[in-house]
T-cell receptor, first 114, second 112 residues
Framework: SQTIHQWPATLVQPVGSPLSLECTVE??????LYWYRQAAGRGLQLLFY??????ISSEVPQNLSASRPQDRQFILSSKKLLLSDSGFYLC?????????????FGSGTRLTVV | GQQLNQSPQSMFIQEGEDVSMNCTSS?????WLWYKQDPGEGPVLLIA?????ELTSNGRLTAQFGTTRKDSFLNISASIPSDVGIYFC????????????FGGGTRLMVKP
C-alpha cells in the first residue's frame, strides 16, 4: 500500500534561518507531488507541484523553493525564513493529476517562525 | 481561473443535529471531491462524485453532485463530537482537468 511521510511534525525557527521540509512517498512510482500551505484555520494554498524528477512548478511567488531530487522525494526549502512563512505545510501525492481519486495528504508540518 | 466557494465558512452545532454545507464553482465540473481535515492532521478523502445528480453516502455522510454540475452538497446526519474539523470540497483546477482546486473550507464545531 502507498504511504506518505512528512517530517518534522513541528518546527520552531528564528527569522532569517534556513528551512528544509522533507516529504517521501512509498509504494508508488512517478507520482505527482504537491506542497500546500495552510494558515491557521484557513484554506489550502498550493505552493509547488512536480510531475517528475527535477520538474518543479511554482504557483505562488514567495520566499520558498522546492526540489525533487528523487522520484518519491519532495523537499520544501527557504534560505531565510520570514515571520509570514509560519503555517501548516502539507505534502500530497496523486496518481496522474488526481482527478479521479484525489490527492493523498501527509500529516503536515507545523512551522512557527519567531 | 476557477474558484470554489464553500458555505458556510463555519458552523457551531449541537451534537445530534444534522449538518448541510455546499460548494459552488464558476464553471462546470466533471468531478467533485469532499475531504475532511481533523485538527492538526492532513485532509482525508471522504467521498468522490463523478456524475451529475449522483448521490453517494459514506456512513452518516451523504454528498450530491449538483445537476447544474456547478455545485455540490455535503450532509452529515446526527452529528457527533468527532465530526469536528474542516470540510473541503475540491474539483479540477481548470477545464483541461489539471490538478485540483480546493474550496476555502467549512469549519464544523460540535457542542456535546
Amino acid at each position: 500500500s502507498q504511504t506518505i511521510h512528512q517530517w518534522p511534525a513541528t518546527l520552531v525557527q528564528p527569522v532569517g534561518s534556513p528551512l528544509s521540509l522533507e516529504c517521501t512517498v512509498e509504494g508508488t512510482s512517478n507520482p505527482n507531488l504537491y506542497w500546500y500551505r495552510q494558515a491557521a484555520g484557513r484554506g489550502l494554498q498550493l505552493l509547488f507541484y512536480s510531475v517528475g524528477i527535477g520538474q518543479i512548478s511554482s504557483e505562488v511567488p514567495q520566499n520558498l523553493s522546492a526540489s525533487r531530487p528523487q522520484d518519491r522525494q519532495f523537499i520544501l526549502s527557504s534560505k531565510k525564513l520570514l515571520l509570514s512563512d509560519s503555517g501548516f505545510y502539507l505534502c500530497a501525492w496523486s496518481v496522474g493529476w488526481g482527478i479521479s481519486y484525489g490527492y493523498t495528504f501527509g500529516s503536515g508540518t507545523r512551522l512557527t517562525v519567531v | 481561473g476557477q474558484q470554489l466557494n464553500q458555505s458556510p465558512q463555519s458552523m457551531f452545532i449541537q451534537e445530534g443535529e444534522d449538518v448541510s454545507m455546499n460548494c459552488t464553482s464558476s464553471s462546470i465540473f466533471n468531478t467533485w471531491l469532499w475531504y475532511k481535515q481533523d485538527p492538526g492532521e492532513g485532509p482525508v478523502l471522504l467521498i468522490a462524485l463523478y456524475k451529475a445528480g449522483e448521490l453517494t453516502s459514506n456512513g452518516r455522510l451523504t454528498a450530491q453532485f449538483g445537476t447544474t454540475r456547478k455545485d455540490s452538497f455535503l450532509n452529515i446526519s446526527a452529528s457527533i463530537p468527532s465530526d469536528v474539523g474542516i470540510y473541503f470540497c475540491a474539483g479540477p483546477h481548470n477545464n483541461a482537468g489539471n490538478m485540483l482546486t480546493f474550496g476555502g473550507g467549512t469549519r464544523l464545531m460540535v457542542k456535546p
